[in-house]
């Protein structure tokens, strides 16, 4: 078996920090864990999966990768002149964010993994309106429920503004196949933090959907632009929370010739990001799981939270080999 994660090791010098790193480790059961540190100005998950693929082919003795890469960086570069014509909130440091803080400020930081089976989906689901239940996708769904929960557990002023970013892959607009650079753009949603604690959950929903929905090739080109301008997305605060979904990009299926990997996908939690993976649990359930860093306590409030939602509660940490009393847990 093999587990398959993205990792950051240590590094000892600046100019090394941004750099592509892989690590393996061989584990006394005969497996191994491929360790990637990816620069996102390079590549994104699904570029990732692409050199993935195309090592564990050359692993298993092919002479070439079935696809060959595409450099053609020259497809999402910046217009000249650069022009910014939609609206892009997350290139901002803040917007009326009176309470919030630095991530990097905040003491006792914990990590958490939460699995969202179809038990947990459905039970959530349940909680929107009947006109959202047949169109809201899981994503969405899972996007509005950590969001909500998430600004809940922090217990962030009424009156200040929260700002969700959901990571868009843009690789549906003319990017030709075999294209291995990033092309993961982020569209972002501002409400209210008293309005999103205290409306039902489709309010939440129908942000995600508006988010997805600003996405389009003359938003994209903007993006681009305004991150020629001011330098990329700002999300300095707690209050900036910022998701991506990797289970369709394919990282259980790579294999070296050890067989499919037991997972792929992030090492741990990052702060103020939440990435979905597919995962399979012990019992064989698949669905997917998400990782969040919270202040220690805002953590035991985002538990509370979530097992509301779900009727029950998420899956435990003892899943995980963690002791269950402990609101830590790592995959």
């Not at 890469?69 to 939609?86: F, G, N, S």
């Not at 038990?119 to 909500?148: D, M, N, Y």
């Not at 035991?300 to 509301?308: D, G, P, V």
Request: hydrophobic share 40%; aromatic share 8%.
């Amino acid at each position: 078996m093999r587990c398959c994660v993205m990792w950051l090791g240590r590094v000892t010098s600046l100019g090394a920090l941004y750099c592509w790193s892989r690590q393996v480790t061989r584990l006394k059961c005969g497996g191994f864990i491929l360790g990637i540190r990816l620069n996102h100005a390079i590549s994104n998950s699904v570029g990732l999966k692409q050199f993935l693929e195309a090592a564990a082919e050359l692993a298993r003795g092919a002479s070439a990768p079935s696809q060959p890469p595409v450099w053609r960086r020259e497809i999402l570069k910046a217009r000249d002149p650069p022009r910014v014509t939609c609206t892009h909130p997350e290139f901002e440091d803040t917007v009326d964010a009176g309470s919030a803080v630095a991530m990097s400020d905040l003491p006792n930081m914990a990590h958490g993994s939460f699995f969202f089976g179809p038990r947990e989906v459905a039970s959530i689901k349940k909680r929107l309106p009947h006109h959202l239940v047949l169109k809201c996708s899981t994503f969405e769904l899972l996007t509005a429920c950590l969001w909500k929960c998430r600004t809940i557990a922090l217990e962030v002023e009424p009156d200040d503004v929260v700002r969700l970013s959901c990571v868009i892959n843009a690789r549906g607009l003319n990017v030709p196949r075999g294209y291995y650079g990033s092309t993961s753009v982020k569209a972002m949603v501002l409400s209210k933090a008293g309005h999103l604690c205290t409306s039902p959950l489709g309010y939440a929903v129908e942000l995600v959907k508006k988010a997805k929905e600003m996405v389009s090739e003359e938003y994209v080109r903007s993006f681009i632009d305004a991150s020629v301008i001011k330098g990329g997305p700002k999300h300095t605060t707690v209050w900036d929370y910022v998701v991506a979904d990797t289970t369709k990009v394919g990282f259980e299926a790579v294999d070296f010739g050890w067989g499919k990997p037991v997972y792929g996908g992030v090492a741990g939690a990052v702060p103020s990001i939440s990435i979905y993976v597919k995962y399979k649990t012990r019992e064989g359930e698949e669905g997917i799981v998400a990782a969040i860093m919270l202040p220690e306590r805002a953590m035991r409030r985002f538990q509370e939270e979530l097992e509301k939602m779900t009727d029950k509660g998420t899956v435990s940490e003892d899943q995980y080999g963690v002791d269950s009393s402990m609101i830590r847990s790592k995959l």
